[in-house]
């Protein structure tokens, strides 16, 4: 089980991916019904939801970081793993079926916790009780996600700041084309101004010239 999750950190390329591969192959490998992976936005001040699998649209509702309620504040408060047995019926976890909403066995979620920060949190949920199995690979593949959500988020920085080096260095380019156009210009003017300097002197040489004659 860890070496699957292992394969598909590496196999990711930025957050997009790092989020869609993990939360498709812990749901596959605890036989989940539901999950969602939440991004914590520090602008915002919410954890946005970038990839979800099955539910309903609420799963797609940003999660406020100031809000210590239900199965997400647990997380948040505790920064750990935690398991719902008895499921509220407001769950955002739910399947509407022509019988009715269909709520979960079990929900479990965990956060993604970097320099005592919770960053993220990833939450499964079953329409079965999880097995112990099935709760030890998400113990034993939390640590793993950590590291993998590290190197993506550095990953990620790195290249931020590569576009915006490449971005300083366009604009600078531009500034040095368009000083050197200036330059241009200026120098194409000094050499008018001489142009008509010499010939301001050369009608004066002239006109002395013709005077001189005429006395």
């Known amino acids: 089980g860890n070496s699957e999750l292992i394969e598909a950190i590496i ?22 019904g539901f999950a969602v992976f939440h991004l914590f936005d520090s602008n915002e001040g919410k954890f946005k939801p970038i990839h979800t ?40 976890f739910f399947h509407k ?21 919770v960053k993220a949190i ?3 949920a079953s329409f079965s009780p999880y097995s112990s199995v099935q709760l030890e690979i998400i113990r034993l593949g939390m640590a793993t996600i950590g590291t993998g959500f590290s190197n993506i988020q550095a990953n990620d920085q790195s290249r931020k ?24 210009a200026l120098n194409d003017q000094n050499v008018e101004l001489e142009v008509q300097q010499k010939r301001v002197e050369d009608a004066n040489r002239l ?5 001189s004659n005429m006395s």
């Not at 869609?20 to 596959?28: D, G, M, P, S």
């Not at 700041?161 to 241009?184: F, M, V």
């Not at 006109?207 to 005077?211: A, M, N, Q």
Request: no cysteine; glycine share 6%; aromatic share 6%.
């Open 53 to 92: 699998f099955g539910g309903n649209e609420a799963l797609n509702e940003d999660i406020d970081a100031s809000s210590f309620e239900g199965e997400f504040g647990k997380i948040l408060s505790s920064k750990s793993m935690s398991l719902l047995t008895e499921i509220p019926e407001n769950t955002r």
């Open 207 to 211: 006109k002395s010239e013709f005077l």
């Open 11 to 32: 196999a990711a390329r930025d957050m997009s991916e790092f989020a869609e591969t993990v939360t498709k192959t812990l749901t596959a490998l605890t036989n989940s």
């Open 97 to 117: 079926t022509i019988l009715g909403d269909a709520v979960p066995a079990n929900i479990v979620g965990f956060p993604i916790v970097i320099e005592h920060e």
């Open 122 to 124: 990833i939450s499964l």
């Open 161 to 184: 700041l590569a576009d915006q080096l490449s971005l300083k260095n366009r604009e600078l380019e531009a500034q040095t084309i368009e000083l050197q156009r200036q330059s241009s």
